[in-house]
């Protein structure tokens, strides 16, 4: 149980394009979720906390017009990078926490992206 | 904001053991978890601590130290596919997971 799925794995787009990934709670109901971005051979920075119905909350320095996230179901969260641009390229990880266990949360298998 | 901190690298032989020390201050504490990391994946939950102690499971063992600030993970008769990015990471008062930056482990045969 708790498997978590991210569409697509991988993705290149052109500068100034947008590109939207999806995150989804398959066996279980995510009250939340979380965005990720990992740099190589960084670790993983919490971009924003999504949870079903409301606004998401935006780490400090993330931007939230350019990281556009909707939480619209208990089982889907989406991240749009928009106008995205080469430092923009990143792995994003999200990840789903229900409402059964507070602390764990499981986590999707990633999307890279890749601008040029 | 969250202070995490772990080695860098390790390296060690097939067969032997490696302990990985992570150390920490955050607002608050309500648990430290391990993760693995195979370059280009997501993490993949190894294990939790959230009471002093050492917790076993298999190969692995995490161990906690909340008054020290610090926990440890070690890697028992290693194996080639341990070679692999570790996580500690420590949910605190906010409940959100903040990551140390990650200690690769490199088995040798």
């Known amino acids: 149980g708790a498997v978590v799925s991210q569409h697509p794995s991988w993705v290149i787009c052109k500068s100034g394009t947008s590109v939207k990934i999806e995150c989804r709670s398959l066996?279980?109901?995510?009250?939340?979720m979380f965005w990720y971005r990992q740099f190589p051979k960084q670790s993983l920075m919490l971009m924003a906390t999504s949870n079903e119905g409301s606004k998401a909350t935006y780490e400090q320095g993330v931007e939230k017009d350019k990281f556009l996230i909707n939480h619209a179901s208990l089982t889907l969260s989406t991240l749009t990078v928009t106008s995205a641009h080469p430092e923009d390229s990143s792995f994003y990880i999200c990840?789903?926490?229900?409402?059964?266990?507070?602390?764990?949360?499981?986590f999707g298998p990633g999307t890279r992206l890749t601008v040029t | 904001g969250q202070n995490i901190d772990q080695p860098t690298e390790m390296t060690a032989t097939e067969g032997a053991i490696v302990q990985i020390n992570c150390t920490y201050q955050t607002s608050g504490f309500n648990g430290l978890f391990w993760y693995q990391q195979h370059a280009g994946e997501a993490p993949t939950f190894l294990s939790y601590n959230v009471l002093d102690g050492l917790e076993e499971k298999g190969r692995f063992s995490s161990f906690l130290s909340r008054s020290k600030g610090y926990s440890y993970l070690l890697l028992k008769e290693l194996q080639m596919k341990d070679s692999a990015s570790y996580l500690c990471?420590?949910?605190?008062?906010?409940?959100?997971?903040?990551f140390g930056a990650g200690t690769t482990v490199t088995v040798r045969a």
């Open positions: 990471a420590v949910i605190a008062d906010d409940y959100k997971l903040s």
């Open positions: 990840s789903a926490r229900g409402d059964r266990d507070f602390y764990e949360q499981y």
């Open positions: 066996d279980f109901q995510a009250t939340t």
